[in-house]
């Protein structure tokens, strides 16, 4: 074995290890921070890794390894420039157009080995490679389609076209996969007459599985989309036997899928239900539940919110996507320091489908410095709202709604929800009554024990602190 071989294997290795520590890390809202840099140093060290390897191959030659180094900085520019500029409320975007490019690159790799004699017959053309380059097509190219789509929704560019909320997609989806199924053979078998059809009929089925979805079931796509950029990145290991590759795409693969698994759960709804019983919307057929029908709103302003925030002894706040939309959180970390100077107990309700990605929540407050002993999950924070004084409801909707649990009829029921209702006093602020994902009231609004502060949710905040400061609350302690 030569230098130049030993050292790679023990950049590989390395990397391997920073990769695996820095996933298990970003499990905790603590650690998720240090853990996302140690992952970015395995990446850096997997590209070096590559660099090192070139360099003792003598059929890479000079400009080709300079075309690695000048892509290498290119993507290293581009992705400082998004984590710089991209503001939170794009986070979901960003995170589907990045499980996009994985796709995309693994669906490069496998295209430029098969169109390519010389690095095919490397390879010796065995079995395991030309399945592998088969897996690495299809998923790769469901993937980038899958995941410009779920982009496209996310930012309002694309709506659902009318025929595809009918059985007729469902024909048109096992049609796509039937074609896709019979290319994957015919590339098995040796045969290059299928690549292309691969490529398109793959293609074509990511964007016919995505495009019926709806918002709602949003964060369980970006989840499944991110587990299967790492599917393809593993095949793609498996084509160019890169060890490194393989480990690192199992690994994000095998995470994606648990949290997509989690997300279903905390939705009360199965991955099949999601991907082909098309989104959740209003059911018009029962005739109640549409948005726009409430008859019993009790309205407040923000000096009354603040009178009850100072007479409470236990604060829950339930953060949306509003409060992201409307990038309070800073603001709202500093109503929660005035209240726990007061001596006021303040946590954060955390439902597990939140925002528009998994973890939105928590990455908006972890932006605002708040401790994460303070967030607690909806199967912790439940059984406490009946001992809570106030809880302020900020953007969220669905996960809010006792539709999910006493009305049989709602599209949502059977959802695990938070139950904010059973607490004291539940201040909504909203801009106006429009419905969340779902398209349907929230009966928490016509609660006797709700009051809505009407507003952008940084300007009530902002106002409500001022209001809290007048009263003296921030000044103890």
């Excluded at 905790?28 to 191959?57: C, H, I, P, Q, W």
């Excluded at 019926?212 to 790492?230: E, K, T, W």
């Amino acid at each position: 074995m030569t230098f130049t071989e030993i050292l790679k294997y023990s950049i590989d290795l390395l990397a391997v290890l920073f990769l695996a520590l820095g996933i298990k890390g970003l499990s905790k809202v603590r650690s998720a921070r240090e853990a996302n840099r140690l992952a970015a140093v395995a990446m850096t060290l997997a590209v070096f890794g590559v660099l090192v390897n070139s360099l003792g191959d003598i059929g890479i030659s000079l400009t080709a390894w300079l075309w690695i180094v000048f892509g290498s900085v290119i993507g290293a520019c581009l992705g400082a420039i998004t984590a710089k500029r991209v503001p939170m409320t794009a986070m979901p975007e960003t995170v589907a157009l990045f499980n996009g490019c994985g796709g995309m690159s693994s669906l490069l790799v496998a295209l430029a080995v098969a169109l390519f004699s010389n690095t095919t017959a490397q390879l010796e053309n065995g079995l395991v490679e030309k399945i592998s380059i088969g897996i690495s097509v299809f998923v790769g190219a469901i993937t980038f389609t899958g995941s410009i789509i779920a982009m496209a929704k996310l930012q309002g560019w694309l709506s659902t076209p009318p025929w595809m909320q009918s059985k007729i997609r469902h024909i048109v989806n096992i049609a796509l996969f039937v074609l896709a199924l019979i290319a994957f053979f015919e590339i098995s078998i040796g045969g290059d007459r299928g690549l292309f059809l691969l490529v398109i009929s793959s293609s074509l089925l990511g964007i016919g599985v995505t495009l019926p979805i709806g918002g709602a079931d949003m964060p369980v796509v970006i989840s499944l989309l991110n587990s299967y950029s790492g599917v393809a990145a593993a095949a793609a290991g498996f084509v160019v036997r890169s060890q490194l590759l393989i480990v690192a795409g199992a690994m994000v693969g095998a995470a994606g899928l648990i949290l997509t698994q989690v997300m279903c759960n905390g939705m009360n709804r199965s991955l099949i239900s999601v991907l082909f019983g098309g989104a959740i919307g209003v059911d018009t057929s029962s005739g109640e539940g549409t948005a726009g029908e409430y008859t019993n709103i009790t309205s407040c302003s923000v000096e009354e919110c603040a009178l009850t925030l100072e007479a409470a002894e236990r604060v829950v706040i339930v953060p949306g996507y509003g409060l992201a939309v409307a990038q309070a959180q800073h603001t709202l970390r500093e109503v929660t320091r005035s209240l726990e100077a007061n001596g006021i107990n303040v946590t954060y309700a955390i439902h597990p489908v939140a925002g528009r990605m998994p973890g939105h929540m928590n990455v908006l407050l972890a932006e605002a410095d708040v401790p994460y002993e303070q967030l607690k999950e909806m199967d912790v924070i439940n059984p406490e709202f009946p001992a809570t004084d106030v809880v302020l409801v900020l953007g969220a909707n669905d996960v809010v709604n006792p539709q999910a649990k006493n009305n049989p009829s709602s599209p949502l029921y059977g959802m695990p929800v938070l139950d904010v209702q059973d607490a004291r006093t539940v201040f909504v602020v909203k801009r106006g009554m429009s419905a969340g994902y779902s398209g349907i009231k929230n009966d928490l609004f016509e609660l006797t024990n709700t009051s809505m502060v009407f507003g952008d949710a940084k300007k009530v905040l902002g106002d409500l602190l001022v209001e809290l400061k007048e009263l003296g609350i921030g000044s103890k302690g």
